[in-house]
């Protein structure tokens, strides 16, 4: 028999353990760590992102602030945005929801963003401290995957690790923190061009599954007592929930689960480990100010 993956239970284990930081703060005379968000434009994915980061600011006790520009604003408008919350003292860590509108070029904004404010992890320079093992912060969703196998204390040293995926927030960042020392996997990344990919996948001790592509790891791709971990959560239509939609992962979940020794769910696996990341870059770059000071 499987067992399930409780993305919910740690992240709350996680968030209990970062409100008690934020009151030994509090106690301590420290400031209560402050997290803003840029949203551009109303996609309705990032507006529920954003929504989610900032009630999970709440729960823990952070300061959050939300800057909203519509969807045709300008280059030099999201530019100037990120130079304001850049030099305020206030604010430890912002993130900039993505997707961004298309008119505005994504490697550009992130440039712009304080390295040591970067509590995404998306800029180059805490990217690059990441291949390198040096302490940064780490993008939300790989960090929260290496956490949930912690805590789950699935081995993976010496296990044969296959990510489908090789986009620069998941796929790719994940495949290089499972490969660095201490963690010790061995690590494939698959993607859209790869060949006789459930030949790769059916090797896995450890498959994460992070493509987007609903049911795409079917039962034949996965061996018998692997680990697989979803993080796909495409929004697909349902007449059973009130907004109309439900998120799917890229696992055949009926059918995969049984095969596996541990699975993650979809929802309730990945995503609230996601959130509680960034939780913890915040409150790791509000700790790293006090001791710059
Ligand atoms: N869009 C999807 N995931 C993320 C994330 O982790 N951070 C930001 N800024 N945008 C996203």
């Not at 008119?103 to 904004?109: A, D, L, Q, R, T």
């Not at 992130?110 to 780490?138: Q, T, Y």
Request: net charge positive; proline share 5%.
């Amino acid at each position: 028999m499987y067992k399930l993956i409780d993305g919910e239970k740690i992240a709350s284990d996680i968030k209990l353990e970062i409100k008690q930081e934020v009151n030994k703060r509090v106690l301590s005379g420290l400031k209560i760590p402050h997290l803003a968000a840029v949203l551009a434009g109303n996609n309705p994915s990032a507006e529920t992102y954003v929504a989610n980061k900032i009630k999970d600011c709440e729960e823990v006790g952070f300061k959050s602030s939300l800057n909203r520009l519509d969807a045709n604003t300008s280059e030099k408008e999201l530019l100037d945005a990120i130079k304001s919350l850049n030099s305020n003292p206030d604010i430890d860590g912002f993130i900039v929801q993505l997707p961004l509108p298309d008119h505005i070029k994504e490697v550009k904004i992130i440039e712009a963003i304080d390295p040591s404010k970067d509590v995404d992890g998306f800029h180059p320079s805490n990217i690059g401290k990441m291949i390198l093992g040096l302490p940064c912060f780490l993008p939300a969703t790989p960090y929260g995957i290496i956490e949930l196998l912690k805590r789950y204390n699935i081995e993976t040293a010496g296990k044969y690790c296959v990510v489908i995926g090789r986009s620069n927030i998941v796929g790719r960042p994940v495949s290089i923190l499972l490969s660095l020392k201490g963690v010790d996997a061995t690590v494939t990344v698959a993607h859209s061009r790869t060949k006789n990919i459930a030949e790769i996948t059916r090797k896995a001790d450890i498959l994460i599954a992070a493509i987007g592509s609903p049911n795409f790891v079917t039962e034949d791709m996965v061996k018998e007592g692997a680990v697989v971990i979803d993080v796909g959560t495409t929004r697909v239509k349902s007449d059973k929930t009130k907004s109309g939609w439900k998120l799917k992962g890229d696992v055949d979940f009926e059918n995969v689960a049984p095969k596996c020794s541990y699975i993650t769910p979809v929802p309730g696996g990945v995503g609230p480990m996601t959130r509680v990341s960034l939780l913890r870059n915040t409150l790791l770059a509000a700790t790293l100010k006090d001791a710059n000071k």
